[in-house]
T-cell receptor, first 113, second 112 residues
Framework: EAGVVQSPRYKIIEKKQPVAFWCNPISGHNTLYWYRQNLGQGPELLIRYENEEAVDDSQLPKDRFSAERLKGVDSTLKIQPAELGDSAVYLC???????????FGSGTRLTVV | AQSVSQHNHHVILSEAASLELGCNYSYGGTVNLFWYVQYPGQHLQLLLKYFSGDPLVKGIKGFEAEFIKSKFSFNLRKPSVQWSDTAEYFCAVKTGANNLFFGTGTRLTVIP
């Protein structure tokens, strides 16, 4: 089966510019997660979706970050405006069973200059 | 707040050496425990997981981990490492809220 697909793989933008990341989870996986991984750190949860509902967005910096998951399938994570400190790898993951592990995508490496 | 600690930041071993990576968590309720691996240039992959039952769980590629509830630990082990095990290893804990929290990772370098 196809894995979790993310695009783009790399993105370089100037600070104050907007940026968006796209994620296509594994077919049938109702739960979708966005994580941010800073260099030398473990992934940190930004938001979790159950179908199209954001059930946990407590770690999402809502002043500049937004996310959506229309129709409960693909998801988009947006940053506007980007800051230098947003440079990181943004990971998307999905799962079918809450007692199962997550399947991660390859991530989008964002560099803000 | 929940936290996951991996005290070994970088481990360097020769091939055939035994491996043990430490993982401790702080959470008083029921947890599910995971080890993920990230090979250079690749995405995170699940190595093994613990939900209940036998506290010694076996995963892929000869890895195993032991859950010791009294110590809040879930250490990863492998009797004999190979050069291909060079990667970053992440311990993760899932709480009742169904969110997965990761440790900071341990970089393993295996010298041929």
């Amino acid at each position: 089966e196809a894995g979790v697909v993310q695009s783009p793989r790399y993105k370089i933008i100037e600070k104050k510019q907007p940026v968006a990341f796209w994620c296509n989870p594994i077919s049938g996986h109702n739960t979708l997660y966005w994580y941010r991984q800073n260099l030398g750190q473990g992934p940190e949860l930004l938001i979790r979706y159950e179908n199209e509902e954001a059930v946990d967005d407590s770690q999402l910096p809502k002043d500049r970050f937004s996310a959506e998951r229309l129709k409960g399938v693909d998801s988009t994570l947006k940053i506007q405006p980007a800051e230098l400190g947003d440079s990181a790898v943004y990971l998307c993951a999905s799962s079918l069973d809450p007692f199962d592990g997550y399947t991660f995508g390859s991530g989008t490496r964002l560099t803000v200059v | 707040a929940q936290s996951v600690s991996q005290h070994n930041h970088h481990v360097i071993l020769s091939e055939a050496a035994s491996l043990e990576l430490g993982c401790n968590y702080s959470y008083g309720g029921t947890v599910n425990l995971f080890w993920y691996v990230q090979y250079p240039g690749q995405h995170l992959q699940l190595l093994l997981k613990y939900f209940s039952g036998d506290p010694l769980v076996k995963g892929i590629k000869g890895f195993e981990a032991e859950f010791i509830k009294s110590k809040f630990s879930f250490n990863l082990r492998k009797p004999s490492v190979q050069w291909s095990d060079t990667a970053e290893y992440f311990c993760a804990v899932k709480t009742g809220a169904n969110n997965l929290f990761f440790g900071t990772g341990t970089r393993l370098t295996v010298i041929p």
